[in-house]
């Protein structure tokens, strides 16, 4: 059964930090490129970064670029996402999605979400 | 303002046909597959399909895709009451380097 499970959302103050992780069984973690998806409240889809399968290439959106690290460990089937210099504007579901080799980024995989609060 | 552009609503009774557009440019839906996605309020997106011929498993047939030059549209046939929820169309656009999505689309069963 395919599987993701996002942790480590919270609360986190303007300027704090915070790390998920997604958790995944199920599929060839190795050849999956993965991404972070998230949702504002009330608010549509938006793509946030992307990981290649060897881990070679990143890609961000503008807006997280320098504060955003995506990072993935295939031995432990674990993709990560570190929110350095949080913003309120970065309060969202945030979604770990798989991306299966040669489908022109189809996110075929989602997990349920981790929500991120940035509040003072 | 979202890169790629869809209706905020789309409406219909049971049976009908909605139709739900995805306005691009060059960069993105001129070059790359059209991805669209349901989200049921209250849980995680779904796959549907796209055009490049892949579709998830358990979509039902009464959903459709096509795409010309630089837009695309989810068609759906015999609209039912299930299919209330958010649709999204996506794409890799190659000058942001960046994944890109519409803003979504409600669409309601009258």
């Known amino acids: 059964q395919l599987q993701l499970e996002e942790s480590g959302g919270g609360v986190v103050q303007p300027g704090g930090s915070l790390r998920l992780s997604c958790l995944t069984s199920g599929f060839t973690f190795h050849s999956y490129g993965m991404h972070w998806v998230r949702q504002a409240p009330g608010k549509g889809l938006e793509w946030v970064a992307f990981?290649?399968?060897?881990?070679?290439?990143?890609y961000y959106v503008d807006s997280v670029k320098g504060r955003f690290t995506i990072s993935r460990d295939n031995s432990k089937k674990t993709l990560y996402l570190q929110l350095n210099n949080l913003r309120v504007e970065d309060t969202a579901v945030y979604y770990c999605?798989?991306?299966?080799?040669?489908?022109?980024?189809?996110?075929?995989?989602w997990g349920q979400g981790t929500m991120v609060n940035v509040s003072s | 303002q979202s890169v790629l552009t869809q209706p905020p609503s789309a409406s219909g009774t049971p049976g009908q046909r909605v139709t739900i557009s995805c306005s691009g440019g060059?960069?993105?839906?001129?070059?790359?597959?059209v991805n669209w996605y349901q989200q049921v309020p209250g849980t995680a997106p779904k796959f549907l399909m796209n055009n490049n011929n892949q579709r998830s498993s358990g979509v039902p047939d009464r959903f459709s895709d096509s795409s010309s030059g630089t837009s695309a549209s989810l068609a759906i046939n015999g609209l039912q009451s299930e299919d209330e929820a958010h649709y999204y169309c996506a794409a890799w656009d190659d000058r942001l380097n960046a994944v890109v999505f519409g803003g979504g689309t409600k669409v309601t069963v009258l």
């Open positions: 999605v798989g991306d299966p080799p040669q489908s022109g980024y189809a996110f075929a995989i």
């Open positions: 990981i290649w399968a060897d881990e070679s290439h990143m």
């Open positions: 060059t960069s993105n839906i001129g070059r790359h597959a």
